[in-house]
C-alpha cells in the first residue's frame, strides 16, 4: 500500500507556471506507475499525464502536450508535474496516483490516490 500526499498547488495568472509534486510513503515507490488527473467544478475527472515506475515512457492528455511535463524521483519518493503556459480551463483540483500496471491512462488503472491539491488560474 502506499500513501500519496501532493503539494505545490496555488493561485497562478494565466501564462505562469506551478511545479506540483505527490510524495508518496513506503519503500516501494519505484513498484508503481504514476499518474496525475485532475477535476475541475462540475466536469468529470480527466487524465492529464502519466509515467512508468522508471521514468522512462511518459504520457500526456492532448491538452497538456508541450506545456505540461511529469517527472519522477524514485530516490525521493516524488512524481512531479511542470505546468508551463497555464490557462484558465487549467483551474482544478489535481490528483496523483499509483497503479500497478505498467502504465494507464485511465483512472481505473490506479488503485491508490492523494487528496489533491487545487491550482486556479486566472485570467
Known amino acids: 500500500q502506499v500513501q500519496l500526499v501532493e503539494s505545490g498547488g496555488g493561485l497562478v495568472q494565466a501564462g505562469g507556471s506551478l511545479k506540483l509534486s505527490c510524495a508518496a510513503s513506503?519503500?516501494?515507490?519505484?513498484?508503481?506507475?504514476m499518474g496525475w488527473f485532475r477535476q475541475a467544478p462540475g466536469k468529470d475527472r480527466e487524465f492529464v499525464a502519466a509515467?512508468?515506475?522508471?521514468?522512462?515512457?511518459?504520457g500526456y492528455a492532448d491538452f497538456v502536450k508541450g506545456r505540461f511535463t511529469i517527472s519522477r524521483d524514485n530516490a525521493k519518493n516524488t512524481v512531479y508535474l511542470q505546468m508551463n503556459s497555464l490557462k484558465p480551463e487549467d483551474t482544478a483540483v489535481y490528483c496523483c496516483?499509483?497503479?500497478?500496471?505498467?502504465?494507464?491512462?485511465?483512472?481505473?488503472?490506479?488503485?491508490?490516490w492523494g487528496q489533491g491539491t487545487l491550482v486556479t488560474v486566472s485570467s
Open positions: 496516483a499509483a497503479s500497478m500496471l505498467p502504465y494507464s491512462d485511465n483512472a481505473d488503472g490506479y488503485a491508490y
Open positions: 513506503g519503500r516501494t515507490f519505484s513498484s508503481y506507475a
Open positions: 509515467v512508468t515506475k522508471r521514468g522512462s515512457i511518459t
